[in-house]
């Protein structure tokens, strides 16, 4: 089954609360943060597609920055999933596993800042971004109680992969932004046991 961008986009603004989806259009991207500082808007995210099929996403952190380039992967939707459960509008419970690194932590503070910090327990909802082998898994569930004190969890979509592409210092900026890191796979993949997040 193919993934649509748009179908994708609608998925991630139901895990996101107080967020709405904007179709972009040829909206140019400077232009498209510019229009969210003057809105208060606290980021951006924009799902770049390929060929009708989503493949990247960027997420840059208002007013100030700074921005991140995921590449985007095996993405499953929530009617994908099997015995997936459906969501409730409570404010999840945000779960960042395994950033080590200072760069770590920087991409980790920010994917956590997508959230708020203030999480209704009532609705039981977890969102988990793990970190193995700088890769990025996103994950949806919702935990049950069971009895001797045992859990049960059920995934409520959708499931993403995600890769750091790119770092830069401040909003989007192509041509004169600085960049903290970025992805050269020239230099990068030659130790394959060496990890960045």
Do not use: C
Not at 130 to 154: C, E, T
């Amino acid at each position: 089954a193919v993934v649509s961008t748009q179908s994708t986009g609608d998925e991630i603004v139901n895990v996101m609360p107080n967020s709405e989806y904007v179709k972009r259009g040829k909206v140019d991207m400077k232009e498209l943060v510019k229009e969210a500082i003057e809105r208060e808007y606290s980021h951006v995210v924009v799902i770049n597609e390929d060929m009708k099929k989503p493949n990247s996403i960027i997420v840059s952190h208002l007013p100030e920055g700074p921005t991140a380039t995921f590449r985007l992967t095996s993405v499953k939707l929530k009617k994908q999933l099997k015995r997936h459960g459906n969501a409730t509008r409570h404010r999840p419970e945000v779960i960042l596993n395994n950033f080590k690194t200072r760069l770590g932590h920087s991409v980790g503070r920010m994917l956590g800042s997508l959230f708020h910090m203030d999480p209704e327990f009532r609705g039981r909802n977890v969102v988990t971004f793990h970190n193995q082998r700088d890769f990025i898994f996103f994950r949806r569930h919702r935990y049950i109680f069971k009895k001797n004190a045992r859990v049960g969890l059920q995934e409520l979509g959708p499931r993403l992969t995600l890769k750091l592409r790119r770092l830069q210092k401040g909003t989007f900026d192509t041509t004169g932004g600085e960049y903290e890191w970025y992805y050269n796979h020239k230099q990068m993949d030659v130790n394959r046991r060496t990890f960045f997040l």
